[in-house]
C-alpha cells in the first residue's frame, strides 16, 4: 500500500521557470521530509518538516507541510540544471520508520 | 569524515543463490537502516536498527531476506534463494539520533545495485 502519492511524477522545464512538487496521503504524519537524489548515489535529505502549516525555505526552495499533516510541497523558484533529479518526500508517524512518496524525476533544461 | 560506504557497489547473481549485501555506517550513528529501490522509484523499508533495542522488521518482504547488525556498527543485509524480482538497488542510512531528536536525519550510502538472472 503506497501512503505518500507524489505529483507529478516526471516534469521537464527550461532554465528560470518555477515549479512545484506535491506529495499527499490520507494518514497523519508526525513529520515529513524531502530529499534529493541524483544517479547513482543515495537520498540527500533537504528539509525536515514537524508543525502543521510549517514553511520552511532553503535559498530558492520553498517546503511547506499541511495544516492537517497530511500533505506537503516543495516550491522551485527560476529552477536551475544544477536542480535536475529525483525528489522524494518521506513521513514518519513517530516510530521512526519512514514512509517514501512515489517520486518526482525533475529534469531542468538549460 | 567519511559517509556511510557500501559494498559491493554491483552484484550479479543467478537465481537460486545466496547474497550477503555489507554496510558501514557513519561512526557513532546508533540509528541503521535498509531500504530497497526498483527502477526510478521511491524507497521500500526493509529494517531498522536503534542501539541494542530489538530491529523492526516489518519491511522484510519475505523469509529470505534477513539482516543483522553486530556491535552496533557494521550491518549485513542477506538475501537467501534470491529471486528475479529481489533485483533492485538497496541503500543503506544511519542516522545519529541525538538525545530529544523527534526526527532522524539520514544519511545514505550510494547502494548496492542487485541484479539476479
Known amino acids: 500500500t503506497q501512503l505518500l502519492e507524489q505529483s507529478p511524477q516526471f516534469l521537464s522545464i527550461q532554465e528560470g521557470e518555477n515549479l512545484t512538487v506535491y506529495c499527499n496521503s490520507s494518514s497523519v504524519f508526525s513529520s515529513l521530509q524531502w530529499y534529493r537524489q541524483e544517479p547513482g548515489e543515495g537520498p540527500v535529505l533537504l528539509v525536515t518538516?514537524?508543525?502543521?502549516?510549517e514553511v520552511k525555505k532553503l535559498k530558492r526552495l520553498t517546503f511547506q507541510f499541511g495544516d492537517a499533516r497530511k500533505d506537503s510541497s516543495l516550491h522551485i523558484t527560476a529552477a536551475q540544471p544544477g536542480d535536475t533529479g529525483l525528489y522524494l518526500c518521506a513521513g514518519d508517524r513517530g516510530t521512526y520508520k519512514y514512509i517514501f512518496g512515489t517520486g518526482t524525476r525533475l529534469k531542468v533544461l538549460a | 569524515g567519511a559517509g556511510v560506504s557500501q559494498s559491493p557497489s554491483n552484484k550479479v547473481t543467478e537465481k537460486g543463490k545466496d547474497v550477503e549485501l555489507r554496510c558501514d555506517p557513519i561512526s557513532g550513528h546508533t540509528a541503521l537502516y535498509w531500504y530497497r529501490q526498483s527502477l526510478g522509484q521511491g524507497l521500500e523499508f526493509l529494517i531498522y536498527?536503534?542501539?541494542?533495542?530489538?530491529?523492526?522488521k516489518s519491511g522484510l518482504p519475505s523469509d529470505r531476506f534477513s539482516a543483522e547488525r553486530t556491535g552496533g556498527s557494521v550491518s549485513t543485509l542477506t538475501i537467501q534463494r534470491t529471486q528475479q524480482e529481489d533485483s533492485a538497488v538497496y541503500l543503506c542510512?544511519?542516522?545519529?539520533?541525538?538525545?530529544?531528536?523527534?526526527?532522524?536525519?539520514?544519511?545514505f550510502g550510494p547502494g548496492t545495485r542487485l541484479t539476479v538472472l
Open positions: 536498527f536503534q542501539g541494542n533495542s530489538a530491529p523492526d
Open positions: 542510512a544511519s542516522s545519529p539520533r541525538l538525545a530529544g531528536d523527534r526526527t532522524d536525519t539520514q544519511y
Open positions: 518538516v514537524v508543525t502543521g502549516g
